[in-house]
């Protein structure tokens, strides 16, 4: 049967087309170390997932509000005034299938054909699909490593035309672990002042932080901005529950009841129980994201040492998140070439930058033990000095 134009036209997730390659090779035999995957690798906490079962044992296992459980999207708004100084209510709230589902949301309901998007680059690799998948138009602006991968005020405002609708914003970055600093987002923020565009502000990496980075969301720089941004997060990275699908987005009322609509057709609600343990997550201890991010900035150093130490490639310091992504533009080696031959030879799977819209640049996850950073960093070490020699 012939795809639809809107199908045809994405690719495959690159990430995970690098995991499910990596998993297969292990599968025969073969020592592959993994440093695509973008979860932690930690079990969920476990009065997280004492709430869930609590909650199974409660029969908490029948269809629920569209938008979420009040309870979940109340201690969202919790969450939202106490962090980030946002003063929503619950029924700015919708939660979703995991924080991806949200953006796609977002792009379902508001774009028209040929609305433009401006999405910096190095970006999330489904940032520009989902755009395409709404009939949008991804304009990406290119940032490099001197300008530390961030778009400047004057790269946004050249981008800005009369069809720009949205502004993605992601920081902390994935994949770069950029994060913008406060003076950056006010910079920014009055660049949008000067528009009609809003902000979509991607901060599921928020808690990931290292040294003295902070985080700021540009929702919280006054009224116009509060009114025109959707904020995007959800639990994945901060309290290691890729697997539970559970995100959420917040905006004006308005709005969100649309978005609302719009997943009630879709996917209706998110899994009940998920949702009790995402309230755990939320008001429970947060030990547990301070210990994941310990071990997280310790493997950090580590890795940036050797990739530092790495004759042809160049790696600016992440200061969230839980990535490097490291310039292979010295190698004289394409992104994908370079990849490739790395898995093959000396089994190290990593995520080749094109994904992302950097072809010079590799991805690396260090959401993984020390030993296999260590092992990993050796074999890269081994492998680019032997492309160089």
Not at 147 to 176: C, D, G, H, M, Y
Not at 205 to 223: F, N, P, Q, V
């Amino acid at each position: 049967m012939k795809l639809a134009a809107r199908i045809a036209q994405v690719p495959a997730s690159m990430t995970l087309a690098i995991a499910a390659k990596a998993k297969a090779m292990k599968a025969d035999g073969i020592d592959v170390l993994g440093f695509g995957a973008g979860e932690p690798d930690f079990d969920t906490p476990e009065h997280i997932k004492a709430a869930a079962k609590k909650a199974l044992d409660e029969g908490k296992t029948k269809y629920g509000a569209a938008a979420g459980e009040a309870l979940l999207r109340e201690a969202i708004a919790r969450k939202l005034y106490r962090d980030n100084q946002l003063a929503y209510n619950a029924e700015n709230v919708l939660v979703c299938n995991g924080g991806k589902h949200s953006l796609y949301n977002i792009f379902q309901t508001f774009l028209d054909p040929g609305d433009e998007v401006i999405i910096p680059a190095p970006y999330w690799l489904s940032y520009p699909e989902m755009v395409k998948l709404a009939s949008g138009v991804p304009v990406i602006v290119q940032t490099d490593l001197s300008e530390n991968f961030k778009i400047t005020p004057s790269q946004l405002k050249q981008a800005i035309t009369p069809r720009t609708k949205f502004f993605v914003l992601n920081s902390p970055s994935n994949p770069t672990g950029i994060v913008y600093t406060p003076a950056e987002i006010r910079a920014l923020a009055n660049v949008i002042l000067d528009s009609q565009v809003w902000v979509i502000s991607d901060e599921i990496y928020e808690k990931t932080l290292y040294d003295d980075a902070e985080h700021l969301s540009i929702a919280s720089l006054g009224r116009e901005l509060f009114e025109r941004t959707f904020v995007s997060n959800g639990f994945a990275k901060t309290y290691s529950m890729t697997g539970w699908r559970v995100g959420y987005v917040a905006g004006p009322v308005e709005e969100i009841k649309a978005m609302t609509r719009l997943q009630s057709h879709s996917t209706s609600n998110v899994c009940t129980f998920a949702q009790y343990g995402a309230i755990a997550a939320l008001e429970g201890s947060q030990d547990c994201v301070t210990e994941m991010l310990s071990a997280f900035a310790a493997r950090r150093k580590v890795m940036l040492d050797y990739l530092n130490a790495i004759p042809g490639l160049e790696c600016p310091q992440p200061d969230g998140a839980f990535y490097m992504f490291p310039s292979i533009r010295k190698t004289g080696m394409r992104s994908m070439e370079f990849c490739d031959a790395l898995l093959a030879s000396h089994q190290v799977a990593a995520v080749p930058g094109i994904a992302f819209g950097a072809d010079d640049a590799i991805r690396i996850s260090y959401a993984t033990d020390m030993d296999t950073i260590r092992k990993g960093m050796e074999r890269l070490d081994d492998f680019v000095r032997s492309r160089l020699a």
